[in-house]
């Protein structure tokens, strides 16, 4: 948060016009035009700076006036906070047409940095940075005069390689591989010497500086490296430190190439195993290609990063430092070792014992990541074990560190990148998930992205069921989460609890026995096919008390995108079996959700699409599932608190309940479906007093009335029954009693329905046909395109039989 004089600040350079910027750049000019440009000029193009860079809009000034600033940069006599200032404002013109830089004479390496990072501002021009490039390995190079410091120029080269990598040719690449391989090995162990500020008492001491420490106080006793202390550092080591926060980028760029291809046979890279097993040694005394003795002199280097990485820091921030550079280091081994796997036999101890020293260090959990990274990629060539690995990182982490944004994000994302290497080397991945959707159920919105390319990794035909009730379950899973972590924070002394007392609170039931296992199933850190979910029903009760915290609704909302993708990479590999046990579980489950009346609203909607698409992958379900879908249509109440979902059924039933899609089907089954619904409708249309009437969906009177006829068409002993029942449509539309709770355009197309339908069962036939079509032409586009044509049929049936327009049932 910016202080109240800084927001005003802001404010003003943002609304400053085009006019009055003009003007005072202008005086910025006159300023600069100086003899010797001072603290006027400073304050000046600090202000111009601040108005040019405030705007998210680009701000153009004159021509000129870019050729005073470029001027004033470029010369010797200008101040460097001078210098730092117009190549700021240069850079947040960016494009700028009126560009006349060139770094290719200049000398001076801090005016060759700030002119460099005008011109890779421009764009990424293939051609500028080339030149720059090009330039800055000319500098590097060559001995450079006294006075002028290689380390302004590193940072540049670092945006040349992001930028464009091919800029660079392989004689220059091998010049920097080697000056890095110098500069990370051979930095001075010794302090360096403050730099004399002027004055009477400027003059410095004339004893020797004192050696570099560890982060833990001792006395350096090895070669220097990030994790060095001093008070003050020497040029060499300010090198040393950019050569390794660039590192990591160079190898990827450029350590791989040249390298001749791995022999293919099987023996000889056993005998080259063999041989970097026994011999662990530097390979210091031999002479190596550049690449390669840098790759040898930054695996040393991050050996050292992790020995020291042990030591316990004097400073919070040096413990900070420590673990940014261990996975820095991990990283950087794991690259070496892609490049040259002779490294990975000397890698694979020394992790293993790095893991065994971390792994119950819970502020280390973020450096476990690149461990298991690494033995992702090479274990099979060490042929080792990795699972206690894996296990430990899946099974410990999300179940402890959930909480922790950061790492979670980190931890979504190493899953997702490496999805195809769990599923061929490892079950623990699949076996895990109830763990990983711990951090959904903490960190929905930023992770609802990661999590919907995660999804199909986990699904297969042994996870899908118990995901399906996971993802319903989400929200309850956040406020599990909630109350696990306030009951951690409690004080030892508030933990107990009294078994014989009903618990009343979240708190009191998270250790109450009554609770404590169904909290233990739902926070479960593996799969548990076998566990029964209803169990839980209890709990989403008990935990509806939290069912307004933000967090629970954020998580509420990511369910139906989650819900939507499962049923749609389900069905690639769904068999019958599956869809038959996720269709009754579909028709369950809608009874069984944590109370937030939108999040209900929204699964129902998603629920009761996905049944259509899971009847129509498969119509014989209809039949082999007519006991659990005569129960759920039966109910009146599923019209009331579910009417997405039941309507949609009874839409399917009318659809798929036909021989054309199961020879199974019988007439006997057809009259059993009919006088179910039947008396549904009856139940919802009866009439009443009129203080006593309730509004049911008319969608839902609308797909009864349709489903009742198309059983009928099927089955014509029972067009009579249906034709009286529409034929009443009449006076239920018309009773006082109806027309005070439904509107008039929803009376009026129950009513159009309702004609429609009757008059197309007087042409039984045509009926049979429309509802109804033969076997050899059950699959024809006309049928599959039922849908979009039966309501013109009704429309045309309805023409012909009634002439005149005002005729309705009666």
Not at 132 to 154: C, D, F, H, M, N
Not at 250 to 268: E, Q, T
Not at 286 to 292: A, G, I, S
Not at 537 to 557: F, H, K, M, N
């Amino acid at each position: 948060m910016f202080t109240a004089a800084a927001e005003s600040f802001l404010k003003q350079a943002r609304e400053i016009q085009e006019e009055e910027l003009r003007r005072f750049a202008s005086r910025v000019a006159t300023v600069l035009q100086g003899p010797e440009p001072g603290p006027e000029a400073a304050d000046c193009l600090q202000r111009l700076h601040l108005s040019v860079a405030a705007s998210k809009y680009p701000r153009r000034l004159d021509g000129k006036f870019v050729d005073l600033l470029q001027a004033v940069l470029c010369s010797p006599k200008s101040p460097e906070q001078i210098q730092l200032l117009c190549a700021a404002i240069l850079r947040e013109m960016s494009p700028c047409n009126d560009l006349t830089l060139s770094c290719d004479e200049i000398r001076d390496t801090k005016l060759l940095s700030l002119v460099s990072s005008v011109l890779l501002a421009q764009g990424n021009k293939k051609a500028e940075v080339s030149a720059v490039g090009q330039r800055i390995v000319k500098v590097l190079e060559r001995r450079l005069p006294e006075g002028q410091s290689a380390r302004y120029l590193l940072p540049v080269l670092s945006n040349v390689i992001r930028l464009s990598p091919e800029s660079l040719t392989e004689e220059q690449t091998n010049v920097i591989s080697k000056k890095l391989a110098d500069w990370l090995r051979y930095a001075s162990t010794q302090q360096g010497v403050p730099q004399p500020s002027g004055g009477f008492f400027s003059t410095p001491r004339s004893r020797q500086p004192g050696p570099v420490t560890e982060v833990d106080g001792a006395i350096a006793t090895d070669f220097f490296t990030v994790l060095s202390v001093g008070q003050y550092y020497t040029e060499d080591q300010w090198l040393n430190v950019q050569a390794f926060s660039m590192l990591r980028n160079w190898l990827l760029c450029y350590g791989a190439k040249g390298l001749k291809p791995p022999n293919s046979d099987d023996k000889m890279g056993m005998d080259r195993s063999v041989m970097s097993v026994v011999s662990t040694t530097s390979t210091a005394g031999r002479l190596l290609p550049p690449k390669d003795r840098l790759r040898e002199k930054a695996f040393e280097y991050c050996q050292r990063l992790i020995e020291q990485s042990n030591r316990r820091p004097l400073k919070k921030d040096d413990g900070d430092l420590q673990k940014a550079c261990l996975i820095e280091a991990v990283t950087i081994m794991d690259i070496i070792c892609k490049q040259d796997s002779s490294y990975v036999y000397r890698s694979v101890s020394f992790l293993k014992i790095l893991h065994s020293r971390i792994s119950g260090d819970a502020t280390y959990a973020r450096a476990l990541l690149p461990i298991a990274q690494f033995f992702l990629n090479h274990g099979k060539t060490a042929a080792v074990d990795s699972d206690a690995i894996y296990k430990h990182l899946f099974t410990d982490i999300p179940a402890q560190l959930f909480h922790n944004p950061s790492l979670a994000f980190e931890f979504v994302q190493f899953c997702k990148d490496n999805t195809q290497l769990f599923t061929e080397t490892s079950s623990i991945f699949r076996q895990s998930f109830p763990n990983l959707f711990k951090f959904l159920a903490w960190n929905s919105p930023p992770l609802i992205s990661e999590f919907v390319d995660l999804l199909p990794f986990l699904l297969d035909a042994s996870t899908a069921i118990e995901i399906f009730h996971l993802l319903l379950d989400l929200p309850c899973l956040t406020a599990a989460l909630d109350v696990q972590l306030r009951s951690t924070a409690l004080p030892t002394s508030e933990r107990a609890c009294d078994p014989a007392v009903k618990p009343t609170t979240c708190l009191e039931a998270f250790r109450h026995p009554q609770y404590k296992s169904m909290f233990q199933y739902l926070l479960r850190t593996k799969s548990a096919p076998e566990e029964a979910p209803q169990r839980l029903i209890p709990l989403r009760q008990l935990l509806g008390s939290l069912s307004s915290s933000p967090r629970v609704v954020q998580c509420a909302e990511t369910v139906p995108v989650l819900l939507e993708l499962f049923f749609r990479v389900v069905a690639e590999f769904a068999d019958a079996r599956l869809i038959n046990q996720l269709v009754v579980l579909l028709l369950q489950r809608s009874d069984q959700l944590y109370e937030i009346p939108a999040f209900k609203d929204d699964v129902y909607r998603v629920l009761s699409s996905q049944l259509v698409m899971l009847c129509k992958l498969r119509p014989a379900l209809v039949v082999e599932l007519s006991t659990e879908i005569l129960e759920f249509s039966g109910t009146v109440g599923n019209i009331q608190n579910k009417e997405a979902i039941f309507s949609h059924l009874v839409w399917a039933v009318g659809e798929y309940l036909s021989v054309s899609y199961d020879k199974r089907c019988t007439v006997e089954q057809i009259s059993r479906f009919f006088e179910t619904l039947e008396a549904m409708l009856f139940e919802i249309t009866q009439l009443r007093p009129l203080a006593s009437t309730p509004s049911y969906a008319p969608r839902a009177i609308s797909v009864l009335m349709a489903t009742l006829t198309k059983l009928a068409a099927r089955s014509q002993d029972l067009i009579p029954r249906v034709s009286m029942f529409l034929s009443k449509m009449r006076t239920f539309v018309q009773n006082p009693a109806v027309t005070s709770v439904y509107s008039e355009e929803d009376l009026e197309e129950i009513l159009i329905r309702a004609t429609e339908l009757m008059n197309l069962l007087k042409m039984p036939s045509v009926a049979q046909f429309v509802f109804t079509p033969p076997v050899d032409v059950g699959s024809t586009r006309f049928q599959r395109e039922v849908n979009e044509t039966l309501p013109f049929a009704l429309r045309i049936v309805t023409r012909l039989l009634e002439p005149a327009p005002s005729f309705m049932p009666g």
